[in-house]
Structure formats: structure tokens, C-alpha cells
């Protein structure tokens, strides 16, 4: 059965870190694009992060300098690190693997930053 599973969500102080971990099974997550997505209480879904298959990475704007996004492909792995918290980061924060036409997504983790 293929899945993704997030973990590591929690509810955090202004300034305080997490890691969000996404687990993959029942595929490889090697040949896939990883991007977190998230998505706050009346508010669209919006990427935050994504690496590619070759380790480039990319990050929104709100959260770049803050956020580092990884992969370990040898535990099936993703990883999203994130530093100096602020209560906009607040959402459901999910994974999603994409390769072609093959799409993924994880159940979303809920992460609370509060002021």
C-alpha cells in the first residue's frame, strides 16, 4: 500500500523549531519531487518548499532563511526543518510526492505557533 505519513507537528512558542518527517512506503521516494504544502484555517493550500529528485531545493519567500527542506532517500525520508517560528506558520502542513503523472499525499500534520 502506498503511503505518506507525516509526523512531528506540535504546538510551538514564536521563535521555537520543529521537524516535520515524512515517511514514505510502498514506493521509492528516490526519482520523486518533494514539495510541503500547507494550509491555514480559511486560507488556500500553498507551497512552502520542494526538492527535486537531484537535491535542488526551492522555498516560499515567508519562509525562506527559516525553513530547510531534505531528503534521506536511503531511509525513505523527507524532512522539513523549521527555525524561528512565527503564528503565521500556523497550518496543517502536508507532504506531497510528485513524479509524471504520480501523485502522493500525506495525511498533514498540524502545526500551532503560539504568540
Known amino acids: 500500500q502506498v503511503q505518506l505519513v507525516e509526523s512531528g507537528g506540535g504546538l510551538v512558542q514564536a521563535g521555537g523549531s520543529l521537524r516535520l518527517s515524512c515517511v514514505g512506503s510502498g514506493f521509492t521516494l528516490d526519482y520523486y519531487a518533494i514539495t510541503w504544502f500547507r494550509q491555514a484555517p480559511g486560507k488556500e493550500r500553498e507551497a512552502v518548499s520542494c526538492?527535486?529528485?537531484?537535491?535542488?531545493?526551492n522555498y516560499a519567500d515567508s519562509v525562506k532563511g527559516r525553513f530547510t527542506i531534505s531528503r534521506d532517500n536511503a531511509k525513505n525520508t523527507m524532512y522539513l526543518q523549521m527555525n524561528s517560528l512565527k503564528p503565521e506558520d500556523t497550518a496543517v502542513y502536508y507532504c506531497n510526492a510528485l513524479r509524471y503523472k504520480t501523485n502522493y499525499w500525506g495525511q498533514g500534520t498540524q502545526v500551532t505557533v503560539s504568540s
Open positions: 526538492i527535486s529528485s537531484g537535491g535542488g531545493t
